[in-house]
T-cell receptor
């Protein structure tokens, strides 16, 4: 089982739709969680950190469920420009060293 | 503000050739990282440098070496390239290892080994 798992998609949604992605992680000791966005043939860029109480940034809402070990990303009122791959990132602490583990990403296509 | 700069952007090597990928950041970050990204595999950590003067292996270090030349620069060397090293390589930096601010990535190097 992968340490961080995501549905690869693609999720094809019409403009204006609401779409949600989940990401599950296996290490219950993980403490830091992020969503990154990666456009085709570009570098990943931080979209938002995910906090325990959940957090919102405009049309984007991130939630953390520690009991079930998953994080989610909700995008409201989808725009064409939201088309990208969304990477889930979880930290792993080993002998005091922090490492970030990246999921393989969920592809979103927003259709006109 | 350039952020993280990687060179070259593209490279084709023959099996057995060597090359160095360069990375520099201008954000005064302490930690720097080298990842490779392959289809279906996600980003995998090759080597990292938690602070100037230190380097450590990541998940997939075999076939690579690194040098943290100073606080700004972190290079990745392939001594004898193999087709399995065909990938997209990303350098990243962060103010420290444990951070809620994530990493800043360079634009990547697309390497093909033939």
């Amino acid at each position: 089982r992968k340490e961080v798992e995501q549905d690869p998609g693609p999720f094809n949604v019409p403009e204006g739709a609401t779409v949600a992605f989940n990401c599950t992680y296996s290490n219950s000791a993980s403490q830091s969680f992020f969503w990154y966005r990666q456009d085709c043939r570009k570098e990943p860029k931080l979209l938002m950190s995910v906090y325990s109480s959940g957090n919102e940034d405009g049309r984007f809402t991130a939630q953390l469920n520690r009991a079930s070990q998953y994080i989610s990303l909700l995008i409201r009122d989808s725009k064409l420009s939201d088309s990208a791959t969304y990477l889930c990132v979880v930290n792993r602490v080993t002998s005091g060293t922090y490492k970030y583990i990246f999921g393989t990403g969920t592809r979103l296509k927003v259709l006109a | 503000n350039a952020g993280v700069t990687q060179t070259p952007k593209f490279q084709v090597l023959k099996t057995g050739q060597s090359m160095t990928l360069q990375c520099a950041q201008d954000m005064n970050h302490n930690s720097m990282y080298w990842y490779r990204q392959d289809p279906g595999m996600g980003l995998r950590l090759i080597y990292y440098s938690a602070s100037e003067g230190t380097t450590d292996k990541g998940e997939v270090p075999n076939g690579y070496n690194v040098s943290r030349l100073n606080k700004r620069e972190f290079s990745l060397r392939l001594e004898s390239a193999a087709p399995s090293q065909t990938s997209v390589y990303f350098c990243a930096s962060s103010d420290r290892q444990a951070t809620n601010y994530g990493y800043t990535f360079g634009s990547g190097t697309r390497l093909t080994v033939v």
